[in-house]
């Protein structure tokens, strides 16, 4: 590989201290007062930044482990993408590689951290194009059910939805814990938490490109599941969708 120009090198060895000020040196003939301005202004910028993306987060690690933390991150993350956007996202990858982390840190800080970005994630996600408007009113069974813009579901080991100061588990939960977050028509987020039966439900209304009805989607996860009566479980099913658009989680029907 060809030597970088002088003036990259200079780019790079600024780039490097700026990262990692106690372990890199400065680029030669830059006076240590007008550097002191930019590792300021990065850090501070970017820790302030993150902080209002994972405000639980913040609270449980207090001050000195938020800093820490966003050192670790300068220092040993490289983000995919100039977006700001878009660096909670590297925050969350960065936390999930444990690289930096040391081991007293909370083992669910990965998980903590991506539950609170999935909201900004459904925030500022695009609505689908074409201008489609489900019908509010119609027909869960025999129409295709449609979710709410940006809708997702996740499975969470620990209790993401439930941490904060005053309670902080000690053990992942037994078994997985399923939220839906989506948005509102008023461009609102909200968070339910499901359980797996809901979740799977979720999942197959996601991806119904065939766009089969509420029924049929019900009567092919009472077949998947082996339940034993097919009817009742469509007519449960019913109730549930109902209330999955009552709290807005489906939008109406194709």
Request: charged share 25%.
């Amino acid at each position: 590989m060809a030597e970088r120009p002088p003036f990259q090198q200079k780019q790079y060895a600024f780039a490097a201290h700026i990262r990692d000020p106690a372990n890199v040196e400065a680029p030669a003939g830059i006076e240590d007062r007008r550097m002191a301005v930019y590792r300021e202004l990065f850090f501070n910028n970017l820790r302030s930044l993150l902080a209002r993306s994972f405000p639980v987060l913040v609270k449980l690690v207090g001050d000195d482990g938020w800093r820490r933390l966003i050192r670790e991150f300068m220092r040993h993350h490289r983000a995919q993408t100039p977006y700001f956007l878009e660096l909670p996202r590297e925050f969350v990858a960065f936390l999930d590689s444990g690289e930096g982390l040391r081991d007293d840190d909370f083992p669910f800080l990965a998980e903590l951290a991506h539950y609170e970005y999935a909201e900004l994630e459904v925030a500022i996600a695009e609505a689908p194009d074409g201008g489609f408007a489900p019908d509010e009113n119609g027909d869960l069974l025999t129409g295709a059910p449609v979710l709410a813009a940006a809708c997702r579901v996740y499975a969470y080991r620990w209790p993401v939805n439930r941490i904060s100061p005053e309670f902080v588990p000690e053990a992942p939960s037994g078994t997985p814990i399923f939220i839906a977050i989506y948005r509102r028509p008023d461009d609102k987020v909200r968070f339910i938490e499901a359980n797996a039966m809901t979740a799977q439900l979720l999942e197959r209304l996601a991806d119904n490109p065939e766009r089969q009805s509420g029924e049929q989607l019900l009567r092919q996860l009472a077949a998947d599941i082996d339940y034993p009566d097919a009817d009742a479980f469509v007519r449960h099913g019913a109730q549930l969708l109902q209330e999955l658009r009552d709290s807005g989680v489906i939008a109406g029907t194709d």
